[in-house]
T-cell receptor, first 114, second 114 residues
Framework: DVKVTQSSRYLVKRTGEKVFLECVQD?????MFWYRQDPGLGLRLIYF???????EKGDIPEGYSVSREKKERFSLILESASTNQTSMYLC?????????????FGPGTRLLVL | AQSVAQPEDQVNVAEGNPLTVKCTYS??????LFWYVQYPNRGLQFLLK??????LVKGSYGFEAEFNKSQTSFHLKKPSALVSDSALYFC????????????FGRGTSLIVHP
């Protein structure tokens, strides 16, 4: 089974802090995604990556950056956390740039910015 | 452009009764359609997908979905609901000829009453 893990289930940070969210997948997937989930808004794509060192902006990239130095790891960085970034963050991966492939999700990180 | 609508924020059903969670989509080209389920404080889990072929797709946990091209719908169904089916359900769509990035609906909360 594909396993996608996220470094933390819960995080509490202060406004202005730099925050790192880590995601690791163990199935050699090319594609990796970061989503933000908020009540009533569903999943919104922040960034995605289809290869090492490759990244593309999603729908809401402002205030975020990403890093993919190794194929299995995709990091989401909040350069200066703000209260409006309090949310549930979900990482996902999928195989190849193939539209029919299923995405596999991690358990999520619930971030609270005070 | 592609989009998904889940017209109901919440669906309530009694245990043992059939359930339907609605999804309609808009996409250029042929659609690839997905249903995912999210249990409380968990990531999304894949339920089923329609790529091509039989319009009735069977998935995990006794769920099925019917692809209706003329109505651009992909409703999720189950003949007999269980209390343990209570969760958040997401529909997603991709175009067969376009981006491999899916678009998710806002989610429907299914509550099954004992």
């Amino acid at each position: 089974d594909v396993k996608v893990t996220q470094s933390s289930r819960y995080l509490v940070k202060r406004t202005g802090e730099k925050v790192f969210l880590e995601c690791v997948q163990d199935m050699d997937h090319e594609n990796m995604f970061w989503y933000r989930q908020d009540p009533g808004l569903g999943l919104r794509l922040i960034y995605f990556s289809y290869d090492v060192k490759m990244k593309e902006k999603g729908d809401i990239p402002e205030g975020y950056s990403v890093s993919r130095e190794k194929k299995e790891r995709f990091s989401l960085i909040l350069e200066s956390a703000s209260t409006n970034q309090t949310s549930m963050y979900l990482c996902a991966s999928s195989l190849l740039r193939v539209t029919q492939e299923t995405q596999y999700f991690g358990p999520g990180t619930r971030l609270l910015v005070l | 452009a592609q989009s998904v609508a889940q017209p109901e924020d919440q669906v309530n059903v009694a245990e043992g009764n059939p359930l339907t969670v609605k999804c309609t989509y808009s996409v250029s080209g042929n659609p690839y359609l997905f249903w995912y389920v999210q249990y409380p404080n968990r990531g999304l889990q894949f339920l089923l997908k329609y790529i091509t072929g039989d319009n009735l797709v069977k998935g995990s946990y006794g769920f099925e979905a019917e692809f209706n091209k003329s109505q651009t719908s992909f409703h999720l169904k189950k003949p007999s609901a269980l209390v343990s089916d209570s969760a958040l359900y997401f529909c997603a769509v991709r175009s067969s000829g376009g981006s491999y990035i899916p678009t998710f609906g806002r989610g429907t909360s299914l509550i099954v009453h004992p």
